[in-house]
T-cell receptor, first 112, second 115 residues
Framework: AQSVAQPEDQVNVAEGNPLTVKCTYS??????LFWYVQYPNRGLQFLLK??????LVKGSYGFEAEFNKSQTSFHLKKPSALVSDSALYFC??????????FGQGTELSVKP | DTGVSQDPRHKITKRGQNVTFRCDPI?????LYWYRQTLGQGPEFLTY????????KSRLLSDRFSAERPKGSFSTLEIQRTEQGDSAMYLC?????????????FGPGTRLLVL
């Protein structure tokens, strides 16, 4: 069965420092992986996805993610965090039929 | 605005009442998904449509839940005889099916509170 794990409930970063939000997955076959961000009382906004090709995927708002097949990971990264990046981040994997299976979410807090 | 829209944004109801939510997908997106998100959790899949056909329903979707997409455009999700456990954010997403490489775009959600 497909699954996604986000091992950290919360990540705290100082503004200007690099950030990493971790995600590991379990799928049979080639994974299609996604990152979404959710601001309070809002829907999910698409950040980036990995389908195939380069292991480093670039997305919106300066975010990127690194796909690592041997470690079954898809960590979200940003070289320099902004206070406005504070939000809830979800990793997801595409399952059979097209539905997404989401992780529990990681709350990112960026302090000035 | 050409994004996914949902109506209402908030709904408060009493236990035992019926509620209906509407989702308008991005134009020409043939797939429409419903998810439910409870506090502190990631969204959980409920059901999805390709055009007007409902192709999959989660075990989370009890008999009290029904969804339709009659003309392959907007969709409705109805909950009958609501229970307090139905309190959640209901999210709708749409996508254009492209050989499995589709991206789902989400609406703002409908937050349901059952008293």
């Amino acid at each position: 069965a497909q699954s996604v794990a986000q091992p950290e409930d919360q990540v705290n970063v100082a503004e200007g420092n690099p950030l990493t939000v971790k995600c590991t997955y379990s799928v049979s076959g080639n994974p299609y992986l996604f990152w979404y961000v959710q601001y309070p009382n809002r829907g999910l906004q698409f950040l980036l996805k990995y389908i195939t090709g380069d292991n480093l995927v670039k997305g919106s708002y300066g975010f990127e993610a690194e796909f690592n097949k041997s470690q079954t990971s898809f960590h979200l990264k940003k070289p320099s965090a902004l206070v406005s990046d504070s939000a809830l981040y979800f990793c997801a994997v595409r399952a059979t039929g097209g539905k997404l299976i989401f992780g529990q979410g990681t709350e990112l807090s960026v302090k000035p | 605005d050409t994004g996914v829209s949902q109506d209402p944004r908030h709904k408060i109801t009493k236990r035992g009442q019926n509620v209906t939510f509407r989702c308008d997908p991005i134009s020409e997106h043939n797939r429409l998904y419903w998810y439910r998100q409870t506090l502190g959790q990631g969204p959980e899949f409920l059901t999805y449509f390709q055009n007007e056909a409902q192709l999959e329903k989660s075990r989370l979707l009890s008999d009290r839940f029904s969804a339709e997409r009659p003309k392959g455009s907007f969709s409705t999700l109805e909950i009958q005889r609501t229970e307090q456990g139905d309190s959640a954010m209901y999210l709708c997403a749409s996508s254009a099916q492209t050989a499995g490489r589709e991206t789902q775009y989400f609406g703002p959600g409908t937050r349901l509170l059952v008293l």
